[in-house]
Structure formats: C-alpha cells, structure tokens
C-alpha cells in the first residue's frame, strides 16, 4: 500500500478529480491516509482518521511509506 500525509493548512478532498469538483470535505495538516488512484495530478484516498474517501490534488501532499505511516500512527 502506499500512503501520504497532508503537508498543507487545509486541503479540499473533492468528487471527483477536478480542481472545479464539489468539495466534500477537508483534511488538515498531518492527516494521513491511503492511496486508492492516481490519476494524472490527483490522487484518491481514504483518510485514516474516519475512512472518507474523495480526491485530493497530489502537489499538496508527500507520499510516505509503510514505515514513516507505521511511525505517525504510534504518534497520534
């Protein structure tokens, strides 16, 4: 699997995978979550915090791996 972690204040997790995509909610700076699609610039995801799922806009992100979501998860 392969995750990521929100690197922005707030970020808008939308439908679909367009910047003019209804917002269906947002995720905070330090929300992780799993990468389900990639598509061109946008990823969809399932945050970790209650399992919602929508796209988010790649550059506003860092990929992480299992290790570095291993080590935020014992944080929290």
């Known amino acids: 699997m392969i995750y990521g972690v929100v690197n922005q204040s ?7 995978p367009f910047e003019r995509s ?3 909610s947002q995720v905070l700076f ?5 990468i389900i699609e990639n598509y061109n610039d ?5 945050l970790t915090f209650d399992s ?3 796209w988010i806009d790649a550059k506003l992100c860092v990929i ?3 290790e570095q979501m291993d080590l935020l998860s014992l944080s929290d």
């Open 64 to 66: 992480i791996d299992q």
């Open 42 to 46: 946008w990823l969809r995801v399932q």
């Open 52 to 54: 919602y799922e929508g």
């Open 22 to 24: 209804e917002m269906v």
């Open 10 to 16: 707030i970020v808008a997790l939308r439908r679909e």
């Open 30 to 34: 330090g929300e992780t979550f799993t």
